[in-house]
């Protein structure tokens, strides 16, 4: 959280912050949104951000570690 930055990466279906994407998305797709009213607040308080607001954050998809990083420590509010 210190950092402000957010990676999301492939798990087990079953592990504690998982959030299902069906098979293939990224191949047809473009945005991705997050619903979860949880990870979202937590996620937001604990980067000094307004929880009833509505961002916006672009990412980097990495390849090889097929991973999206979002780094907000210089990002433009």
Request: aromatic share 12%; hydrophobic share 35%.
């Amino acid at each position: 959280m210190k950092e402000k930055s957010l990676a999301v990466v492939a798990c087990d279906g079953k592990d504690n912050m998982s959030i299902r994407v069906p098979e293939g998305f990224l191949e047809l797709h473009k945005s991705f949104k997050i619903h979860s009213k949880q990870f979202v607040y937590e996620t937001l308080t604990g980067w000094g951000l307004n929880p009833e607001k509505t961002y916006s954050f672009k990412g980097k998809y990495l390849e090889e570690q097929k991973m999206l990083v979002f780094c907000l420590k210089n990002a433009d509010l």
